[in-house]
């Protein structure tokens, strides 16, 4: 489709900033118990790649599909708000399958690349 790259270079853009944004309120509403929760230094690694790479600022190793897995697994956040809606099971179901399968995942990517 004509056009795609430069819509999803916008896209990277509009998203990275908002991670951006959220990630310095959330530093500047939590302050030092920000460092405590692991999925806050996740984020936190996430968006300085994205950072990082967007800026220009240094070259990363090997192409972004680590970013991008790191990305997926940010996604995994949203377990902890699926394990309390019964609504969602069918979805707490593919999304354990898919975290269970990350490892696998991680080896396949680092084979091929």
Do not use: H
Request: glycine share 6%; net charge positive; hydrophobic share 60%.
């Amino acid at each position: 489709w004509p056009g795609a790259i430069e819509v999803f270079k916008v896209m990277e853009w509009v998203f990275g900033l908002l991670f951006t944004v959220e990630l310095v309120l959330k530093v500047t509403g939590m302050g030092i118990r920000f460092f405590a929760e692991t999925w806050n230094l996740l984020d936190l690694a996430i968006v300085a790649c994205w950072l990082f790479s967007s800026l220009g600022a240094s070259q990363l190793p090997k192409d972004a599909m680590l970013l991008r897995l790191a990305r997926l697994g940010r996604l995994l956040r949203l377990l902890k708000l699926v394990r309390t809606i019964k609504v969602f099971d069918s979805l707490y179901l593919m999304t354990t399958a898919i975290q269970g399968s990350m490892l696998m995942l991680f080896w396949s990517v680092a084979v091929l690349t």
